[in-house]
């Protein structure tokens, strides 16, 4: 029994160790202070064993053109900070419009700058990546954005060499209300905008609840839908090298990435 004035000694031990909880892969994420969606994706969709690690960039609550060029000043600082002991396997920025208006070369540079032992995403990189897997060749796209966005958005995906038959936004205006749009208000905007001639259907912003209704919308359209979210994790698990097949999230799930370059 311990008294007061008695010098702790405690006994050798053999100790047992293992790789650790996440043993498959690290995921790391940096996401808007703004964003209420993110994290839950995240862990809804990720397999055992697969890690995920967050940080977050203070970003005001306005979200324009000027206010997501400014993410890019904190992206270094906030790679370095997600885990650099544990090492993750990839680092994502975590916003769809932020990596369309600062750039993606420029983010992934700034990624590898923090976390030089990780390989560097950002969300729209994973939406390309999963639109070119599927082999989508005309698309229609719903965000919660202002026109502004909208219009730089559009610009993106065509010089990627998608074709934008339509393209809508609800013209919110902060990152609050784009994650207070119901699920099911997702689901009805898609049904909305979607096109005989469209191969595929995207709902784009990192911080909107659509990933709670992508099979709902496929089994009712009958082709794939594709959310930042969504996209997102399945590129960083593909180039993790985490193949599994998840049920539940899209059809891009059914496919392995085997061409991906990280």
């Known amino acids: ?22 043993n498959r892969a690290k995921l790391g994420f ?6 209420l969606a993110g994290e ?29 060029s400014k993410h890019i000043d904190h992206m270094a600082d906030a790679a370095s900070r997600i885990q650099p002991d544990a090492k993750p396997n990839v680092i994502s920025y975590s916003c769809t419009s932020g990596s369309i208006v600062i750039g993606e070369e420029k983010i992934m540079a700034e990624i590898k700058k923090g976390a030089p032992y990780a390989i560097p995403m950002t969300l729209v990189t994973g939406v390309v990546d999963a639109l070119r897997e599927l082999q989508i060749k005309k698309i229609v ?16 995906l065509h010089n990627k060499g998608f ?19 119901t699920p099911e208000y997702w689901k009805k905007f898609a049904l909305e905008i979607d ?43 593909r180039k993790a090298g985490i193949k599994d097949n998840i049920q539940g999230f899209g059809q891009i799930f059914n496919c392995a990435g085997d061409s991906l370059i990280n």
Request: proline share 3%; charged share 25%; net charge negative.
């Open 1 to 22: 029994m311990f008294k007061p004035g008695d010098i702790i000694n405690s006994k050798t031990r053999n100790i047992e160790m293992n790789e650790g909880r996440h």
């Open 30 to 35: 940096i996401l808007m202070s703004t964003d």
């Open 40 to 68: 839950s994706d995240f862990f809804d969709i990720v397999p055992k064993d697969v890690a995920i690690h967050v940080t977050r960039l203070k970003t005001d609550d306005y979200t324009t053109n000027e206010t997501l």
């Open 141 to 156: 796209v719903g965000t919660p954005y202002l026109d502004e966005i909208n219009t730089k958005e559009a610009e993106f």
């Open 163 to 181: 074709e934008i038959i339509n393209i809508q936004g609800l013209n919110l205006t902060t990152g609050i209300e784009f994650g207070r749009v």
């Open 195 to 237: 096109d005989k001639d469209a191969d595929a259907i995207f709902l784009s912003c990192g911080g909107i609840r659509s990933v709670e209704v992508i099979q709902k919308i496929e089994n009712i359209t009958g082709k794939p839908v594709i959310t930042s979210n969504q996209a997102q994790v399945w590129s960083c698990l």
